[in-house]
Structure formats: structure tokens, C-alpha cells
């Protein structure tokens, strides 16, 4: 978070005013360069749906099922909504 944010200066202010100078660091420029040139949302396998899989089938990628938590979160989701009905369920990387 502190690489991403936007004020370091008062964070390492701040921190500098408490006493923890130990905390307050020189980020390096190239840092920042990289930063800007990496994704801001980095999707995880949990949210692709059957097209991505079979395009990483055609790929070589062999998809484990095993480890696709689709089905575990899909049976949680639907488990709250049938017995905890008052509470808000929001379906993310459910498909």
C-alpha cells in the first residue's frame, strides 16, 4: 500500500514525528517505474470462466479441478442465502 499511495511523504512525515524513524525508508526510483507498468487488478484462476479454460487447455495448461474453489464458494453462497436468508450475500468470482 505505501509503494501505491500517493502522499509518501507525509506517511514517512508522520512517521518520522512518532519516533520510528527506523520505518522511514528511500524507495528507489526504478520502484516506482516498475510499479507503473505492472496490472491493477490481477486475476486468479477462481474467477476465470469455461472459455478462459479452455483457451489454457488449448494452451497445454492442464486445469486441477481440485483446486477450483468455484464449487466450494457457489455451495457457501447458497448455503447463507438458504439458511441465513437476512444476510446479504454478494456473489463475486461465482459463476
Known amino acids: 500500500m505505501f509503494l501505491a499511495y ?13 519516533g ?4 522511514h525508508v528511500d524507495i528507489p526510483k526504478e520502484y516506482d517505474e516498475y510499479l507503473t507498468h505492472l496490472p491493477k487488478v490481477i486475476y ?3 474467477e476465470f470462466n469455461k472459455p ?14 481440485d483446486y477450483e474453489l468455484t464449487r466450494v464458494h ?9 439458511n441465513h ?6 456473489k463475486i468470482f461465482i459463476y
Request: net charge negative.
Open 6 to 18: 500517493e502522499n509518501r511523504d507525509a506517511v514517512l512525515d508522520y512517521v518520522d514525528s512518532i
Open 20 to 23: 520510528k524513524n527506523f520505518y
Open 44 to 46: 486468479t484462476i477462481s
Open 52 to 65: 478462459e479454460f479452455l483457451l489454457l487447455e488449448l494452451e497445454g495448461v492442464q486445469v486441477n479441478n
Open 74 to 82: 457457489a455451495y457457501v453462497v447458497e448455503y447463507i442465502k438458504k
Open 85 to 90: 436468508p437476512k444476510h446479504a450475500v454478494n
